[in-house]
């Protein structure tokens, strides 16, 4: 499965922490993860503390892409 979340901070109000917003954003959706169904295709909104849209998460597939085969060094040249 491929899981990508993205969260657009850069409009957090002057009077607020961005890093305070950002964590308060990732503890109450992870707080919520058990209520959604992660299958391909999956996704919704991302809401700040003033229940504006900062962002979405969205499952893009139901397998990761395979990992890169490590590199093999050839036999030295004489």
Same mark, same amino acid.
């Given at each position: 499965?491929?899981? +990508? +979340?993205?969260?657009?901070?850069?409009?957090?109000?002057? %009077? /607020?922490?961005? /890093?305070?917003?950002?964590?308060?954003?990732? @503890?109450?959706?992870?707080?919520? +993860? @058990?209520?959604? %169904?992660?299958?391909?295709?999956?996704?919704? !909104?991302?809401?700040?503390? !003033?229940?504006?849209?900062?962002? @979405?998460?969205?499952?893009?597939?139901?397998? /990761? &892409? =395979? !990992? &890169? !085969?490590?590199?093999? =060094?050839?036999?030295?040249?004489?």
């Amino acid at each position: 499965m491929r899981f +990508l +979340l993205e969260v657009d901070i850069d409009d957090t109000p002057p %009077d /607020a922490d961005p /890093a305070r917003e950002l964590g308060r954003i990732l @503890r109450y959706w992870a707080g919520n +993860l @058990r209520h959604y %169904d992660l299958g391909g295709g999956a996704g919704s !909104a991302v809401h700040d503390s !003033a229940y504006r849209e900062v962002g @979405r998460w969205t499952v893009t597939g139901t397998q /990761a &892409p =395979p !990992a &890169p !085969a490590p590199h093999t =060094p050839g036999p030295e040249a004489p």
